[in-house]
């Protein structure tokens, strides 16, 4: 499912974040000490190979709300922007944090010219922020920097499942009027 917004294509799909060839950078849910995991961020380190982690020793640790930018390596993109989203319940406030990712990871795009761009639903995994607010909390945001985005054109979310693709579609349409 596709919208688009000025001449922004927003759009929601269900799939692997880490097998996304069509989109310049990925975004990966990671941990402060950017190292590989599970969820997201185990996928993305794997499909990346070691390269990645040797990267970002060098730009960890980040602080929640926070985004930085390396290489894909052996990922069929340009680039990664790891994001360090909020743990529900204990990183607060956990909504400023959660809308602090996306912004930055927009930023960090907007000043890498990047033009397609792929998050996965930072901070619903093993860090417990429900879907539906973070979903929610993602979208709003997109909308509030859609005017301002001049290099990025393409947002897509990839969701893990089915259930999760459902719920983002609908929150998706009801936030921008569709
Ligand atoms: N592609 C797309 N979505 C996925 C994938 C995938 N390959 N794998 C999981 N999801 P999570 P977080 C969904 O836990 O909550 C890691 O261990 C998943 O169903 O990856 O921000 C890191 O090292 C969920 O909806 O990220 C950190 O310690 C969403 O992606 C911690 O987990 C995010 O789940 C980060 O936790």
Redesign the pocket.
């Known amino acids: 499912m596709k919208i688009s917004v000025g001449n922004i294509s927003i759009e929601c799909m269900q799939g692997?974040?880490?097998s996304r060839d069509e989109v310049e950078a990925v975004v990966n849910?990671?941990?402060a000490q950017l190292t590989t995991?599970?969820?997201?961020?185990?996928?993305i380190h794997r499909a990346a190979g070691p390269g990645l982690a040797k990267e970002c020793r060098t730009k960890a640790p980040i602080a929640p709300g926070e985004a930085v930018i390396s290489g894909a390596h052996d990922l069929p993109n340009d680039y990664v922007i790891h994001c360090l989203?909020p743990v529900y319940g204990r990183d607060e406030p956990s909504d400023q944090l959660l809308a602090s990712c996306y912004r930055n990871a927009l930023r960090l795009a907007e000043k890498h010219k990047i033009s397609s761009i792929a998050f996965?639903?930072?901070?619903?995994?093993?860090?417990g922020?429900p879907?539906r607010e973070a979903a929610t909390i993602a979208f709003n945001n997109i909308k509030e920097m859609a005017p301002e985005l001049e290099q990025v054109k393409t947002i897509r979310f990839?969701?893990?499942?089915e259930d999760?693709l459902a719920l983002h579609q609908q929150i998706m349409k009801k936030i921008f009027n569709t």
Do not use: H, Q, W
């Open positions: 692997d974040i880490a849910a990671a941990n995991g599970g969820g997201v961020a185990g996928a989203g996965p639903a930072i901070s619903t995994g093993a860090f922020y879907m990839v969701l893990f499942d999760d």
